[in-house]
């Protein structure tokens, strides 16, 4: 059985917001205004006209856009957690080129020469697409199988 969202309180946003900051230096201010839902350790945004919104009889299966996931006071951002924070991202950026974007999105980890502290946000150009974790000297991809390109030979 699947454990029940519940909104985050002003207290635990906080604490979410600061995780943000610390491991990637900036968030949008709108996140300020934002409603944010938990489901174990997953963290899905919502817009605050939910309020406007009689969800009473209304079966819902969840809530909200997921862009997070927070274990041990560690996050890892989801693809689109990534595209909205990467643009006011200050630190923890990994820039790759387009054939490193390409293994990326096959699912396989990325070599690089740079070295990050813990998660970081890849980025193409100009695109954000998606995060992983920095370790020796690679990054671990967390591409979902689902989401994943196959290699077509």
């Not at 600061?18 to 944010?36: S, T």
């Not at 963290?43 to 862009?67: A, E, F, M, P, T």
């Amino acid at each position: 059985m699947k454990e029940i969202e519940s909104v985050m309180m002003t207290r635990e946003v906080k604490v979410f917001l600061k995780l943000i900051v610390d491991q990637f230096g900036g968030y949008p201010e709108w996140f300020d205004h934002a409603v944010f839902v938990r489901r174990k350790e997953r963290v899905c945004l919502l817009s605050r006209d939910i309020d406007n919104i009689s969800v009473k009889n209304i079966r819902i299966n969840s809530l909200g856009l997921y862009i997070a996931e927070v274990k041990n006071d560690t996050l890892r951002l989801s693809i689109e957690g990534a595209q909205l924070i990467g643009p006011f991202a200050k630190k923890n950026i990994c820039e790759v080129n387009q054939e490193q974007m390409r293994e990326w999105f096959k699912g396989n980890d990325v070599v690089i020469s740079d070295k990050f502290d813990g998660f970081v946000i890849m980025k193409c150009n100009s695109d954000f697409i998606g995060s992983g974790r920095f370790k020796d000297d690679h990054i671990i991809n967390f591409v979902p199988k689902a989401r994943r390109i196959m290699d077509m030979h």
